[in-house]
């Protein structure tokens, strides 16, 4: 019945340090890219409103450090995610090679209720870098390795040039509300008076 | 398990030690609105006239030192109205002197008390990640204090509530506020609310609290200008007891057809209660429901917190005038006609018995005047009643009355609060002339405020007696002398004027407690019911 209502989607971007995640989260929300870096202490958030088939979303983007002193951040930080974003390098085979584990730790840590089909996103980024030639991430791997986890969609991205940028965060709108739970009806207990006092009924005991 | 009958409400161990050097300097404006500052009948004219005090800022240019709103354009206060325009970006969010935040503990925004919730999803996270920093290290944040600003954090899991503030007040008075502001949340939703996210952390909780801005923005008022919000006790309004005896008889007889609870009340001053065998209401939750309540008929679910958190009651409330209103709780979901024929008969036996005009009568003659303070031993008789009777607008006396006008008291006494600790109840005089304006008033509360928090501290108290001269007590020239009186049957706050005598003002107080105690059958509903509070 609600269908018509704002949603708000938690967004969480995870990758190696130096990958280019606080980069792509500038890039979509601000459209500013500075060459230099600077490690994320944490995390950052951002909001960005967007409209999509007819619907507005406010994505709260949770931008995390990739540094492995950062890696503890816990459970209460990936709760409650609609949303996770995995980005590599596509010139670093290792942050590639920890996607794997970023993508386990998050489904440890978030215990989403149907893990199988977690909106997960796949970000190659940087793939501006030296016109190409020093790419060691080919699309054809990454894509492999997205099929082998559910379809998970891969998206090869430049936060320098914004390519893909947009589409990607689309992506991940469009995901979240397909995983969108059905509404339920609200019924909280009534009190039976005439049995027991203060003793809740059963309203709802689902 | 929920009869909740606590005097003395159990406080956390206090940080924070009220020194009485509250600097406090407010720009406020006053703005026209719905919600009647009690500044009680002492001046006749604050009956029509209800001013809102908005906390703002003071380093916003716009706003003058003395309170005066210079650039007033925008100044129509609408109930509910939450600058939905700003978010954390704005210079007017980031000058508001109190925010409030309700947030899950995923980090999604649930209400913001300005701005857009959507767009303060940035800041609702770091709100979180604060929490949940100190949480994974094993350990709890209570608040943080940054510069002029405290920012206080309550978490009820999954939900997680923050006041970020500059107001000075102590944290003790800050955490209630925000235990407030769940409790009103429970009140509207039950603690029921939890299973959804316990099924589904992502659940956005919003849609069940639309359409209670109103309400929520009437609990912050509430903050500024009902001592009910951190006595922990309700109050009465002043009536013959011979009245009260009345009404209270009519609400029994409803109370036996399976009526949870009655209340005839007047604003937020309680007229009579009556609940069913062994029910017990506590204050707080009178507080909330009273600030629920719209006028006119309805019948809504409603959720008690201190009675059963889980849920909901049915609330039959009808006014029978601007003020005076009475409500029906049941447990049942189908008994607004049978409530309705309650009503009915209330009404009847209320008309009848002048009960209503009492009531009336009372509301313009106002309770409790320190100007009237009796002098001891006294030979008056000793009802409220007799003293108050209107007098003649030009006779000789009412002159004499006028002399008086800035003075306030014997003794330079301006206010007090007077608390019974057995009846969870408590009285507070009307304003006298010096501390007419409302911004005096918030400050005098503001400053009982304090001064509730530092007897009951756990580290230096509980004290006795506290006598304390409010040095800067504000940027302009109101300076006052509060005397603070514990015992085991009751709390007396008192205010002075700044040259007030030490000892004077304590013989002053024995005699407030004297008189209370005197017309304790007018200003205290004495239960004669089966409550247990």
Redesign the interface.
């Known amino acids: 019945m609600a269908s018509r209502r704002r949603m708000l989607l938690k967004v969480i971007i995870l990758g190696d340090s130096g990958v280019g995640k606080t980069s792509l989260m500038n890039q979509y929300v601000n459209r500013k890219f500075s060459n230099q870096y600077k490690a994320t202490i944490g995390a950052d958030f951002l909001t960005k409103e967007v409209q999509f088939e007819d619907r507005l979303f406010t994505l709260q983007i949770w931008d995390t450090a990739g540094q492995e002193r950062f890696q503890s951040l816990g459970v209460a930080f990936y709760r409650g995610a609609d949303c996770c974003v995995l980005v590599h390098d596509v010139n670093v085979m290792k942050s590639f090679d920890s996607l794997n584990n970023w993508r386990e730790e998050f489904l440890i840590q978030a215990s989403p209720a149907d893990p199988e089909n977690f909106p997960f996103v796949v970000l190659g980024n940087k793939v501006d870098v030296d016109g190409g030639n020093s790419r060691v991430v080919s699309e054809k791997k990454a894509k492999a390795w997205c099929a082998s986890k559910g379809n998970i969609p891969y998206f090869e991205t430049s936060a320098k040039e914004g390519l893909n940028v947009e589409a990607a965060f689309e992506c991940i709108a469009r995901n979240a509300l397909k995983n969108e739970p059905e509404e339920e009806i609200y019924l909280p207990d009534t009190i039976d008076v005439a049995n027991a006092r203060q003793q809740k009924s059963s309203g709802c005991e689902c | 398990?929920?009869s909740v009958s606590n005097h003395y409400y159990q406080h956390q161990p206090v940080t924070e030690v009220g020194n009485g050097s509250s600097t406090e300097i407010e720009s406020e404006r006053l703005i026209n609105s719905k919600y009647a500052g009690e500044n009680g009948g002492a001046s006749a004219t604050s009956v029509s006239g209800a001013d809102y005090v908005q906390e703002f800022s003071n380093n916003s240019s716009s706003v003058a030192e003395d309170g005066v709103l210079l650039g007033s354009a925008k100044s129509q206060w609408v109930p509910g109205n939450r600058h939905v325009d700003e978010d954390d970006a704005s210079v007017s969010w980031r000058e508001r002197k109190k925010h409030f935040f309700v947030l899950?503990?995923?980090?999604?925004?649930i209400y913001s008390r300005y701005g857009d919730e959507?767009?303060?999803?940035?800041?609702?996270?770091?709100l979180?990640?604060i929490?949940?920093?100190v949480?994974?290290g094993g350990d709890r944040v209570k608040f943080v204090r940054a510069g002029k600003h405290q920012v206080v954090f309550l978490v009820k899991e999954p939900i997680y509530l923050v006041c970020i503030s500059c107001t000075e007040e102590p944290y003790e008075s800050l955490r209630r506020q925000l235990e407030f502001l769940y409790g009103q949340m429970i009140l509207i939703?039950?603690k029921?609310?939890n299973r959804?996210f316990q099924k589904?952390?992502?659940?956005?909780m919003r849609?069940?609290l639309g359409g209670t801005d109103v309400v929520f923005s009437s609990l912050f008022h509430t903050f500024s200008w009902n001592p009910a919000s951190f006595l922990h006790a309700y109050t009465c309004l002043p009536l013959p007891y011979a009245t009260r005896q009345a009404a209270g008889a009519i609400l029994q007889d409803v109370a036996d057809s399976?009526v949870?609870f009655t209340m005839l009340m007047c604003k937020y001053k309680v007229v009579s209660l009556v609940g069913?065998q062994?029910?017990s209401l506590h204050p707080d939750d009178l507080l909330l429901l009273a600030n629920f309540i719209m006028t006119s008929e309805s019948f809504s679910p409603i959720?008690l917190p201190r009675?059963?958190p889980?849920?909901?009651?049915h609330a039959y409330v009808h006014y029978f005038d601007v003020n005076t209103y009475l409500v029906l709780l049941t447990?049942s979901?189908d008994a607004f006609f049978h409530l309705k024929d309650c009503r009915i008969l209330i009404e009847k036996v209320l008309l009848k018995s002048d009960v209503l005009s009492e009531i009336q009568r009372s509301l313009l003659q106002g309770g409790l005047r320190v100007e009237n303070l009796p002098v001891y031993p006294s030979t008056r008789p000793t009802s409220l009643f007799h003293l108050n009777e209107p007098r003649l607008v030009t006779g000789p006396q009412e002159r004499l009355q006028e002399a008086f006008v800035g003075i306030g008291g014997p003794a330079g006494l301006w206010h007090f609060i007077y608390r019974n600790m057995y009846l969870d109840q408590y009285v507070s005089s009307e304003f006298s002339s010096p501390i007419a304006g409302h911004q005096q008033q918030k400050r005098l509360y503001r400053a009982y405020q304090k001064l509730y928090a530092s007897m009951h501290d756990k580290g230096t108290g509980p004290h006795k007696t506290q006598f304390k001269r409010n040095e800067n007590y504000a940027f302009s020239v109101v300076i006052t002398v509060l005397l603070c009186w514990v015992t085991q049957d009751f709390e007396l706050y008192a205010a002075f004027d700044p040259l007030a005598d030490k000892g004077l003002a304590i013989r002053t107080c024995n005699r407030v407690c004297q008189w209370v105690k005197d017309v304790e059958n007018e200003i205290f509903f004495m239960g004669g019911s089966p409550f247990v509070w």
């Open positions: 398990m929920q899950s503990d995923s980090g999604k925004p959507h767009k303060l999803a940035g800041f609702s996270a770091t979180q990640a929490i949940s920093f949480e994974n939703l039950t029921s609310v959804c589904n952390s992502k659940f956005d849609p069940l399976g949870l069913a062994k029910a959720c009675y059963n889980m849920a909901f009651l447990s979901a």
